[in-house]
Nanobody
């Protein structure tokens, strides 16, 4: 079983930055596939970024060039560096991990960007 806990959300002004963290715990080895999604009220869940084996990364079109996903050497913590934030980035950001073919999700951390 994998438990995921996100942190780092908060209120920030437009143009500002935040760094989110997703820490995985449980009787696990390193996690090869970790990703971030977000969901704003009234909207569908949106893919933000993912990191895979060998450090492969992929980003949603709306965050390319502004957000950076990374992972610690132990493969148990994912980070999402978010720069040049704008009000459209306001959402609940959730972490996802795929471990031995099973999906795990965290509870999310709220990001609010004021104009």
């Amino acid at each position: 079983q994998v438990q995921l806990v996100e942190s780092g959300g908060g209120l920030v002004q437009a143009g500002g930055s935040l760094r989110l963290s997703c820490r995985a715990s449980g009787t696990i080895l390193s996690i090869n596939h970790m990703a971030w999604y977000r969901q704003a009220p009234g909207n569908q869940r949106e893919f933000v970024a993912r990191i895979g084996p060998g450090g492969y990364t992929d980003y949603g079109d709306s965050v390319k060039g502004r957000f950076t996903i990374s992972r610690d050497n132990a493969g148990k913590t994912s980070y999402l560096q978010m720069n040049s934030l704008n009000p459209d980035d306001t959402a609940l950001y959730s972490c996802r991990a795929v471990y031995y073919g099973r999906d795990f999700w965290g509870q999310g951390t709220q990001v609010t960007v004021s104009s």
